[in-house]
């Protein structure tokens, strides 16, 4: 495979989006796996995969698709050649080139000469390199809906970092234009393909703690830059190879400041979500599972140490109410980051912990408590000798064969897999709520029809954002 590169300029972004618009609206996309009528990649084939975003977590879903042997990455895309990652949970380097040179290395000794094509600009990469079947998106969080819809129009299966988008708004475009194109989707919660997610539904759902209304669930992630506490950073050069221009994206430009790249922007409300848009679709999603907990009716939030204008709190504390559910009562519920936690449920002994490394959850029940390790871990009775006692249910829910192999083998035709976008798009929604909420200082009263937060109009604004000239979603409507 010859490589090719972008200078990010070779394609005009309105042509792009106005070639895929027609494209969508004619019917003439014909990937390689559709050639047969399926929509989908034969079970004996390798899914040729594009990585979108090339930073740390693109480099742990390569090396989580390494595992298998049916996933063969054949591009890249990333306006970032090089990132250095040290300082931060990741270590070592990533970005374009390097995950190119880490791929070619590893199918060097099946295919000697083995080539990735590498490109600065997505939308490039997707109208040059026919043969991709699916695309991986780990971008910053303020692209993936503009990856994840232009891919999707364009037939590509589409497996996307949590959360799902940037806002409310984008989250029920990405859903429906998934529900659409009939592709096969996934969103990187992968503790929800554990078996202790299940776990957890069956024994609350076997009455193990018998009604539950109230819910905690918390992260002790905080922001990432401990330089900058508010304000939009001074301007620094540019380094080299890194376009700046493509990694802001839909946004509006802005000075370069290296506080933004790499993973520090999660603490910039334009391109990221903050703690608990990091953390909330892995520790919220048992509770949406089990207790069905779709549409809050009510969201507030109070930020540590005050709300800037352009960069998140340091923590943050959000309520949501839910209104009861068939024969589930109203729940209330609440999460924590930057250190906050819930207060320690009276009669635990000492080896009664809550959740685990700094995330979890816990259920309060009428008959008892119930708390998982973060990324919806296995599930514990407390105080520990009411777990003891405790039988278990037998199994009921169908276990998972691993987060990217089930959307793997829905890309190969199989089942759905089971945090694909229609269920991503409202785990994510849940948590973006409570970033508006936020961003807001006041309590939401939440239309969920009607997208709407009915006594607070300001909230429009982030519910929907805007997008730059050429960067808008290619919704096809």
Same mark, same amino acid.
């Given at each position: 495979?010859?490589?090719?590169?972008?200078?990010?300029?070779?394609?005009?972004?309105?042509?792009?989006?106005?070639?895929?618009?027609?494209?969508?609206?004619?019917?003439?996309?014909?990937?390689?796996?559709?050639?047969?009528?399926?929509?989908?990649?034969?079970?004996?084939?390798?899914?040729?995969?594009?990585?979108?975003?090339?930073?740390?977590?693109?480099?742990?879903?390569?090396?989580?698709?390494?595992?298998?042997?049916?996933?063969?990455?054949?591009?890249?895309?990333?306006?970032?050649?090089?990132?250095?990652?040290?300082?931060?949970?990741?270590?070592?380097?990533?970005?374009?080139?390097?995950?190119?040179?880490?791929?070619?290395?590893?199918?060097?000794?099946?295919?000697?000469?083995?080539?990735?094509?590498?490109?600065?600009?997505?939308?490039?990469?997707?109208?040059?390199?026919?043969?991709?079947?699916?695309?991986?998106?780990?971008?910053?969080?303020?692209?993936?809906?503009?990856?994840?819809?232009?891919?999707?129009?364009?037939?590509?299966?589409?497996?996307?970092?949590?959360?799902?988008?940037?806002?409310?708004?984008?989250?029920?475009?990405?859903?429906?234009?998934?529900?659409?194109?009939?592709?096969?989707?996934?969103?990187?919660?992968?503790?929800?393909?554990?078996?202790?997610?299940?776990?957890?539904?069956?024994?609350?759902?076997?009455?193990?703690?018998?009604?539950?209304?109230?819910?905690?669930?918390?992260?002790?992630?905080?922001?990432?830059?401990?330089?900058?506490?508010?304000?939009?950073?001074?301007?620094?050069?540019?380094?080299?190879?890194?376009?700046?221009?493509?990694?802001?994206?839909?946004?509006?430009?802005?000075?370069?400041?290296?506080?933004?790249?790499?993973?520090?922007?999660?603490?910039?409300?334009?391109?990221?979500?903050?703690?608990?848009?990091?953390?909330?679709?892995?520790?919220?999603?048992?509770?949406?599972?089990?207790?069905?907990?779709?549409?809050?009716?009510?969201?507030?939030?109070?930020?540590?140490?005050?709300?800037?204008?352009?960069?998140?709190?340091?923590?943050?504390?959000?309520?949501?109410?839910?209104?009861?559910? @068939?024969?589930? #009562? !109203?729940?209330?519920?609440?999460? $924590?980051?930057?250190? &906050?936690?819930?207060?320690?449920?009276? +009669? %635990?002994?000492?080896?009664?912990?809550?959740?685990?490394?700094?995330?979890?959850?816990?259920?309060?029940?009428?008959?008892?408590?119930?708390?998982?390790?973060?990324?919806?871990?296995?599930?514990?009775?407390?105080?520990?000798?009411?777990?003891?006692?405790?039988?278990?249910?037998?199994?009921?829910?169908?276990?998972?064969?691993?987060?990217?192999?089930?959307?793997?083998?829905?890309?190969? @035709?199989?089942? #759905? !897999?089971?945090?694909?976008?229609? $269920?991503?798009?409202? &785990?994510?929604?849940?948590?973006?709520? +409570? %970033?508006?909420?936020?961003?807001?200082?006041?309590?939401?009263?939440?239309?969920?029809?009607?997208?709407?937060?009915?006594?607070?109009?300001?909230?429009?604004?982030?519910?929907?954002?805007?997008?730059?000239?050429?960067?808008?979603?290619?919704?096809?409507?």
């Amino acid at each position: 495979m010859k490589q090719q590169t972008s200078t990010g300029k070779d394609v005009s972004r309105r042509r792009f989006i106005g070639n895929t618009a027609a494209a969508v609206a004619g019917f003439t996309f014909v990937p390689r796996h559709v050639l047969g009528g399926s929509g989908h990649v034969p079970p004996s084939d390798k899914v040729n995969i594009a990585i979108i975003g090339c930073g740390g977590q693109g480099r742990t879903n390569l090396r989580s698709l390494n595992r298998y042997p049916d996933a063969q990455v054949i591009a890249l895309a990333d306006p970032a050649e090089s990132l250095n990652l040290d300082g931060f949970y990741y270590k070592g380097t990533a970005g374009r080139l390097s995950l190119k040179a880490e791929i070619e290395n590893r199918y060097a000794a099946a295919t000697p000469g083995y080539k990735v094509a590498d490109y600065e600009d997505f939308r490039v990469m997707l109208e040059k390199e026919k043969a991709i079947d699916a695309i991986l998106c780990t971008t910053p969080d303020h692209a993936h809906a503009v990856v994840c819809v232009t891919a999707m129009r364009l037939g590509k299966h589409v497996y996307c970092e949590k959360p799902l988008t940037h806002n409310v708004w984008e989250a029920r475009q990405v859903a429906r234009v998934a529900k659409e194109t009939g592709v096969a989707t996934q969103m990187g919660n992968q503790g929800h393909s554990g078996d202790g997610i299940r776990q957890t539904c069956e024994w609350i759902w076997d009455g193990a703690i018998g009604d539950v209304r109230e819910v905690h669930a918390w992260t002790g992630a905080t922001r990432w830059s401990k330089k900058y506490t508010g304000g939009v950073p001074p301007e620094e050069p540019v380094p080299q190879g890194l376009n700046w221009d493509l990694w802001l994206g839909p946004r509006e430009p802005r000075p370069y400041n290296s506080v933004y790249v790499p993973v520090s922007w999660r603490d910039f409300w334009d391109f990221g979500t903050a703690p608990i848009g990091d953390f909330f679709c892995h520790n919220f999603d048992p509770a949406l599972w089990a207790l069905d907990l779709r549409e809050p009716v009510s969201i507030e939030a109070h930020g540590a140490g005050g709300v800037d204008s352009y960069m998140a709190p340091v923590g943050g504390l959000y309520t949501y109410h839910f209104a009861p559910r @068939g024969k589930m #009562p !109203a729940v209330k519920f609440t999460w $924590y980051d930057g250190g &906050l936690m819930p207060a320690r449920p009276e +009669g %635990l002994g000492e080896s009664d912990q809550l959740g685990a490394g700094g995330n979890g959850i816990l259920f309060v029940g009428d008959k008892g408590l119930l708390t998982c390790p973060g990324w919806a871990g296995p599930p514990r009775l407390l105080p520990a000798s009411r777990d003891a006692e405790y039988k278990r249910p037998p199994e009921t829910l169908p276990r998972s064969n691993g987060h990217h192999r089930d959307w793997l083998d829905a890309c190969k @035709g199989g089942k #759905p !897999a089971s945090a694909n976008f229609e $269920y991503g798009a409202v &785990l994510t929604e849940i948590g973006l709520l +409570g %970033l508006v909420a936020m961003r807001v200082q006041k309590v939401m009263d939440w239309d969920a029809k009607a997208m709407k937060a009915t006594n607070v109009p300001e909230a429009d604004q982030y519910l929907k954002e805007t997008y730059r000239p050429g960067w808008e979603l290619p919704l096809g409507v």
